[in-house]
């Protein structure tokens, strides 16, 4: 599997494999084990508008890294507030993170921003949200991976229709040499592909 697949995948196993039976989104407040109390990281993961806001009146650092998820056995992944709230879909969290001076662009220790995080999870109103606030689709991970990938990956057509109508360059290719297209035709993602090759021809 290629690098940037990989840690996608193992990513993406981590969030999958610690999410509730039954369970329609990651609630990742419910498996985080070290976070402080009154941290805005927890405000935001606990999905409450009202204690996010507050947390922001009270000069809260909308940037702070935080931890966003742990493997249980003492590996963490850190981002910032607007990552978690992205991944896990809080649109009016987002929205009032952004409203409080959260930066779209930051990247995440493996090169991801908010946006790969909502286009890997399909939140297309999310990723709308953060490209009107700035975001740059052209972001590459760590790997070369661009969130149009991602959402590729995912097989996520929205999203990846949006991002192609937003900017993203559909001829990047990864640190494997694999363009989104190659990698919806590999995947077998056939909605994608047909997107992707109208965009090239």
Not at 55 to 64: E, I, M, S, V, Y
Not at 103 to 110: A, F, K, S, T
Not at 166 to 181: C, E, F, P, T
Request: hydrophobic share 40%; proline share 4%; with cysteine.
């Amino acid at each position: 599997m290629d690098t940037f697949l990989r840690q996608a995948y193992l990513m993406d196993r981590l969030v999958h494999s610690l999410r509730p039976e039954g369970s329609a989104k990651p609630a990742l407040a419910r498996r985080l084990t070290s976070h402080r109390k009154g941290d805005l990281g927890k405000a935001v993961l606990s999905g409450s508008v009202p204690r996010v806001t507050e947390f922001l009146r009270q000069g809260a650092n909308p940037n702070a890294p935080t931890v966003v998820a742990s493997d249980g056995r003492g590996k963490e992944f850190r981002g910032t507030p607007l990552m978690a709230a992205a991944a896990e879909g809080l649109t009016d969290i987002v929205t009032v993170l952004l409203s409080g001076g959260a930066r779209v662009n930051d990247v995440d220790p493996r090169g991801w921003t908010a946006l790969h995080c909502a286009a890997e999870e399909g939140y297309e109103t999310i990723c709308r949200l953060l490209l009107d606030s700035g975001a740059d689709p052209n972001v590459r991970t760590a790997q070369s991976g661009t969130a149009l990938m991602v959402a590729t990956l995912k097989g996520h057509a929205g999203v990846v229709k949006l991002l192609l109508e937003r900017g993203a360059d559909a001829s990047v290719r990864d640190s494997s040499g694999k363009s989104a297209l190659d990698l919806a035709r590999k995947y077998g993602r056939s909605d994608v592909i047909s997107i992707l090759a109208r965009r090239e021809g």
